[in-house]
């Protein structure tokens, strides 16, 4: 294959969807369609009103507009799209497995391999196949096989089918996904064919300069996203550890982010303690990792990473621990206003994020918490927080008189703050920084706090304001430390 004209991208999420538009943007002569099984996705992607595209992203509204139907187009035509494709990119999900051999740790592979069967169905001739989902090590191989027997098997067809399969994996974080698109700070090519491999970068050269693009073996491609993950979510842990000694210590974790994050060999990135990593990479790629460990024996280096996901588990605990403690040991039916659902701040996505662990235990606690956030949408809280596991425990209550489980209602303004006791900040938006303490003190129940996970507020405007304050990791107001 010499020319590629026509890519199809299976998966319209919070990855395919964007990608495909930013590569739309940059490659004019070049057509993408973005096909997906989920009917009501396709037609918020196709939805006139920019407001209702399934993804928020800062600047996605800007490049749909520009694309959408020129050389971008969303649909559930999955068959004519992979029929019709030079290349094809596998962007769907990739959820940690719930039961089965690896359940809780290693990735569930059904609808990567779904694809797969669809693409050595439909695809014509010489078909370029790019894993763009997160997946564990050595699942180009399972790809290539199901491509290779699916196509003998259909060997009395006229047609010649060719595959090369190939990993480039994504590294843009939501929230800054069109930037992160733009302007990468590289993009990884892993596979065997040589040839392949330069058609695929053809299409990145367009507007990214050749030495960001790395080729490797597939194996490094697919190993290299899992460690990229591991080690930024592992970052996270680790501030958030100090952020604990900080709290004891008389320590201020900002002060400490700052300063070691001044040394050239550590760096200022991804050192900002708040409420636990959430979204849905860190937690299933680590522990992808740490499936892998053990499935080879490499038992202490599974217990290594594994690690990084109980200490967050254990922080997004300690967290809701924390507040209860502050209000007299107990929240029952105390109006708390939680600001901010999202994982982190500009995107509406809530997988994993630390709100969901947050907002159930406070609930727990007899909480009546009202919710804002300016993205998520309710009906994704609802789901959130109506899990399995949490409904289970509030049917037990039935029969539990000693304990009266809270409630929760959602606003999407922030007038909301009358007779609260508190309010936890637990997403970084930038409408939270700009808060009138003075007038929100006047309207909250006494004493007032302030829980601010994320290091955000004015903390000069909520002391003179006479709220309490509590900052993760701040531990210089502390009085009197007994430590020898
Ligand atoms: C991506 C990656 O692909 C995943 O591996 C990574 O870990 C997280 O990011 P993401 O785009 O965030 O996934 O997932 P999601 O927003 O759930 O989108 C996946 C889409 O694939 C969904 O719209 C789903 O309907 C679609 N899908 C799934 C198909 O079109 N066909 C299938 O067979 C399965
Ligand atoms: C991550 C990776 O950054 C990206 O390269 C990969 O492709 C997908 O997974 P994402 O999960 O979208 O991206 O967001 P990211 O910015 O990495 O944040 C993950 C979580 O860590 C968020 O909950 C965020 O609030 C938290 N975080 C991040 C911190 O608590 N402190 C930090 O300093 C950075």
């Known amino acids: 294959m010499t020319l590629i004209k026509n890519i199809c991208c299976i998966g319209a999420g919070f990855v395919g969807g964007p990608t495909m538009a930013v590569m739309a943007s940059k490659c004019p002569d070049l057509f993408f369609h973005v096909v997906d099984i989920n009917k009501k996705r396709i037609e918020a992607w196709n939805n006139k009103d920019l407001s209702k595209l399934p993804v928020f992203e800062p600047g996605l509204k800007e490049i749909i507009t520009r694309t959408r139907n020129k050389n971008l187009f969303f649909s559930n035509e999955i068959k004519n799209a992979v029929e019709s494709a030079d290349i094809i990119f596998i962007s769907v999900n990739t959820p940690t497995k719930t039961r089965g051999l690896g359940a809780g740790k290693s990735s569930d592979l059904k609808w990567v391999e779904a694809c797969a069967r669809q693409v050595a169905e439909f695809s014509k001739g010489d078909t370029i196949v790019v894993e ?112 604990a000694i900080c709290e004891v210590t008389g320590a201020n974790i900002k002060e400490v982010s700052r300063a070691i994050g001044r040394d050239s060999r550590i760096g200022s990135k991804f050192l900002d303690s708040g409420p636990g990593f959430g979204g849905s990479c860190f937690k299933k790629d680590i522990l992808n990792l740490v499936y892998l460990a053990e499935y080879f024996g490499l038992e202490e280096v599974a217990k290594f990473w594994e690690e990084v996901v109980n200490i967050n588990n254990w922080h997004q605990k300690r967290i809701a621990k924390i507040v209860v403690k502050k209000l ?67 049917n037990e209550s039935i029969d539990n008189s000693n304990k009266n489980y809270g409630s929760w209602t959602f606003s999407n303004h922030l007038n909301i703050f009358d007779n609260a006791h508190a309010v936890l900040v637990l997403t970084e938006w930038e409408d939270y920084k700009n808060i009138k303490w003075f007038n929100v003190q006047k309207k909250m129940a006494k004493p007032a706090w302030v829980f601010d996970s994320r290091s955000i507020v004015d903390v000069d405007l909520v002391k003179e304001s006479g709220i309490n304050l509590w900052c993760l990791g701040d531990g210089s107001s502390k009085d009197e430390i007994s430590y020898f």
């Open 132 to 243: 763009k989902s997160t997946l564990p090590v050595r699942t180009a191989e399972v790809i290539q096989k199901i491509l290779n027997s699916l196509d003998s098997e259909s060997q009395g067809d006229t047609d010649i089918k060719n595959f090369s399969v190939l990993s480039n994996p994504e590294f843009l974080a939501e929230g800054t996904a069109i930037e992160d698109l733009e302007n990468p700070d590289r993009v990884l090519i892993g596979g065997e064919d040589k040839s392949a491999m330069l058609l695929l970068s053809q299409i990145y050269e367009n507007w990214i300069p050749k030495e960001k693009i790395l080729f490797t073996n597939i194996w490094s491609s697919e190993l290299a996203k899992l460690t990229s993950n591991a080690f930024l979510a592992q970052r996270v842990s680790s501030i958030n550890s100090i952020s």
């Open 328 to 394: 007299f040991g107990s929240i029952s039916q105390k109006k708390i206003v939680i600001l901010g659902f999202a994982f982190k701040a500009n995107t509406n996505d809530t997988r994993e994020s630390a709100a969901i662990r947050i907002c159930k235990d406070l609930i727990e606690e007899g909480a009546e918490l009202v919710i804002h956030d300016p993205k998520v949408n309710p009906l994704q809280i609802e789901i959130d927080l109506e899990m399995k596991q949490f409904t289970e425990i509030k």
